[in-house]
């Protein structure tokens, strides 16, 4: 098994990816709708707890 390359951020980006919790983003109802590249999207928290993303 190979090691992995580190990932070197190019000048003017941020070093490290932006963290955020799942709890910040659904809110209380569960859900957060995203638009990309003119697609919907739903992020969902299931009853079990786990992350689902749908189109």
């Known amino acids: 098994m190979q090691p992995r ?4 951020p190019s ?3 941020p070093s490290a990816p ?5 709890q910040a983003l ?5 859900q957060l709708v995203i ?3 003119q697609r919907r999207y739903v ?3 299931t009853k079990s707890g786990k992350l ?3 189109a």
């Open 52 to 54: 689902i993303l749908t």
């Open 43 to 45: 992020l969902r928290r």
């Open 11 to 13: 000048e003017g980006t």
């Open 35 to 37: 638009h990309h590249e």
């Open 5 to 8: 390359k580190k990932h070197v």
């Open 26 to 30: 659904l809110d209380q109802d569960g």
């Open 18 to 22: 932006r963290e955020v919790t799942s």
